[in-house]
């Protein structure tokens, strides 16, 4: 049995649902398909989630709601129409729009959930009409009647581990179960969505609760690049990596995935495979527990800009124990995660993301620093980016940083920080922002380039 | 006006003090001289140090103190009789030590302090009774008297401002200062000994007190050297060096001052001369706050041993704001203080000095950061090393990292840590220990070696 997951690109419009039913009907393992609210069907569209969270926020505001109501009707009407579905999924669609709107409930959290959630839910209802009328036994299935148990925080749904039992007899029912992505319910009854890539964490709950031989996420590319594609032009494809380096590269903005959604498939060691609902022939990327060794010790390059620094120097700092602890938690007070802390004799380095940072916060920390650990200097430096190089072959590799760092040497690329040493698969070098492209290509060029 | 300091084997016999007055007697501007306790004559010998503390322990214990007391004794008049000089003065020192012997004092640690000190400071009139004896004009002068004041902590004396003015006065004295090191006065009037390097704080106190325009440090080797010489043979000789290279090479086992004693000096921008007391001719090493550049961007490698890696994984551990905090802080309530915290997405390490651990303190930390961290591995490795690279030239030249990882790859040595980024003057590599005499040598080779 196999899980297919269908993103907002591969559910945008009709042409894009054909596509997907075409990939069902190929292959009589896929059994369980999770989909998610239409996406974009160009550029400057708007997804269904935007049009559906203007609604609520009308709703919110007091204010009218008919053309933000039917703005989202429009879409699926035109979806439905398109399909040639019979009325009635549209009737069903619009009374549960209308009946959602009139939930009353506590906190513009949790409303906000109910209507986004609604756009999945609906588009679930659509697909698996379209796929009964082409002669699929297909069945739309509810999540709550499922069994997918989470968390009760609103927007940041964790799934409960007595979720798997329940949702275990999906692989029961006859035929193709249609089941949304993005949300589940609480035990106290509240649809509660997952957080970010909400519809990747769904099919790999799925997969894992029904021990799927293989989770495709069908997505709008033909797989992952070996690098950024918009960086480099025509990266290589990566046929075959693992969990742990496409975790260590999600992380670094690859955003094929978002690095917590795979968990569930990678806790049960279900592969997974990314392919391209344009291009279902071409086999993808397959992601494993584990792979054989490869010539290349590096699978991938990614690289992410926005890091701040700040910097802290004091005689003496390495022989004050509990320095870097206590800097440590007036970061922690001020609500900001670090990235890496390289740390020397008499200074120490605390790598952020500046998004967590105004001129109000810098100040306030810049203060408590001054005065509660009697720095002989701190300052913040911005516009910085890291740039990672991820492969299971780094480990065994002598020889990795001195290639990529002397790839970088000879581009001319000061490179302010590295760090390795606390994984065995990932490499990680703070440069300036501004040479974030020009060390991704040179690096590529090392680790991919022709003369590989 | 200059300060010179001798350490403890340039004063360990009259041969070694004959050597010291030569050398004063050859610059006129050398008026304060700053004297250890006598050291070893030879790799067996006993250090005069050591054998107070015998004295010392003996009486604590309330054990018979004559053959320690004699031992003690017989020293001094063997280099009191090999001067020539007059009985008077073993009479003093004689006298001073029964004192000290009998003083009735709150705890173990002062009365240590109080007979440990009395090697440098009956050296120090020993040496000035020599010096006058020659016809140089040279008085004792005892650090109460002079406003030597530091903190009340035993074997742990911090200088205290107020006792820059005093000192100052120190300049004003007509011919030769013979201060002893090692030790101040509180406020209380407590002898009070300085940690590590002892005689090398006192020289940078009374050389910044007096705004001197040098202070040498006499030792027994010609200068600093740019690897260890029992590492690298005849490595080359270090002219000059800035203070923060000297502290950064301090701190991984460089050895020629402990990294804090030079403070004083670096603080109020007075030169450092690193000079053999066993052939004064050679110009020996400067320190300086700054000096030219130089083609090469390293002045030195330094290496230690005995480092352990505690490692720590959790999935989502970047997310838990407040992780890395209470892990430190685990580490913090068992006293034990880390140098490096490489940290990733899903793992951090901590590394620290081993000689921190005991099994029981292993097992204690991994408990605490089991339950209380409820992480995915926690385990702990030993024997690693540290290999740095220092120089002032570093941070603007792309390519040290390369040139230094590819020469450490060539070797086949595998590179556990890197950490660069903290401080701009010195570059770290965590390696395994076993791995340590050879990465220096091909570290050595690439940046000092022939082809250079």
């Known amino acids: 049995m196999k899980v297919a997951k269908f993103g907002g690109s591969s559910v945008a419009n009709a042409e894009q649902i054909k596509k997907v039913a075409a990939i069902i009907k190929a292959d009589n393992k896929r059994k369980i398909v999770v989909v998610s609210a239409p996406g974009k069907r160009y550029a400057d569209d708007a997804k269904m989630t935007d049009l559906l969270i ?37 009737a069903e669609i619009e009374a549960d729009l209308k009946n959602r709107l009139e939930q009353t409930v506590t906190g513009k959290g949790r409303f906000l959930d109910i209507m986004k959630a609604s756009g999945e839910d609906n588009n679930a209802k659509l697909i698996a009409a379209y796929l009964s ?148 022939k071409c086999s993808g990327t397959l992601i494993l527990a584990e792979r054989e060794r490869s010539l290349n010790p590096i699978i991938g390059i990614a690289s992410d800009e926005g890091f701040a620094t700040i910097y802290v120097r004091k005689y003496l700092m390495n022989r004050e124990v509990g320095f870097g602890r206590h800097l440590l938690q007036i970061l922690e007070d001020a609500g900001i995660s670090y990235e890496h802390i390289p740390s020397g004799i008499d200074d120490t380095s605390v790598i952020i993301r500046q998004t967590q940072l105004s001129d109000q916060l810098e100040n306030a920390i810049i203060e408590r620093i001054k005065e509660e650990l009697n720095v002989d200097d701190v300052h913040i430096e911005h516009d910085f980016a890291m740039v990672m190089l991820v492969g299971e072959g780094m480990h065994n590799t002598v020889g990795v940083t001195a290639r990529a760092s002397s790839a970088l040497a ?43």
Chains 1, 2 share one sequence.
């Not at 609520?56 to 429009?74: H, I, L, R, T, Y």
């Not at 319910?185 to 509240?190: D, E, T, W």
């Not at 918009?230 to 094929?256: H, N």
């Not at 990680?428 to 040479?435: A, R």
């Open 410 to 452: 000879k581009a001319g690329v000061n490179i302010e920080m590295i760090n390795q040493g606390s994984s065995e698969v990932s490499l990680v070098f703070g440069i300036h922002s501004k040479d974030t492209k020009q060390a991704v290509r040179v690096l590529y060029e090392e680790f991919f380039g022709q003369k590989q």
């Open 54 to 90: 203007a609604l609520a926020e009308a709703k919110v505001a007091d204010q009218p709601v008919e053309a933000a109501f039917n703005a989202v009707m429009n879409r699926y009407e035109s979806i439905a129409n398109d399909l040639e579905l019979n009325r009635d999924v549209i």
């Open 133 to 280: 009328k082409i002669g699929l036994k297909a069945t739309y299935i509810n999540p709550k009647d499922a069994g997918l148990l989470v968390s009760d925080e609103p927007g940041n749904a964790q799934v409960l581990p007595e979720a798997y039992e329940a949702l275990a007899k999906l692989a029961e029912i006859d035929g193709i179960v249609v089941f949304p992505g993005f949300f589940g319910f609480s035990k106290l009854g509240n649809l509660v969505t997952f957080p970010r890539g909400g519809s990747d964490i769904t099919g790999a709950i799925l997969a894992a609760a029904v021990q799927a031989e293989l989770y495709e996420n069908f997505t709008d590319v033909d797989s992952v690049y070996a690098a950024n594609p918009f960086i480099v032009e025509d990266p290589v494809e990566i046929k075959r990596m693992t969990y742990r380096e496409m975790r260590e590269l999600s992380y670094a903005g690859f955003s094929v995935f978002h690095d917590e959604a795979l968990i569930p498939a990678f806790r049960n060691d279900i592969p997974v495979c990314v392919k391209n609902t344009n291009n279902p």
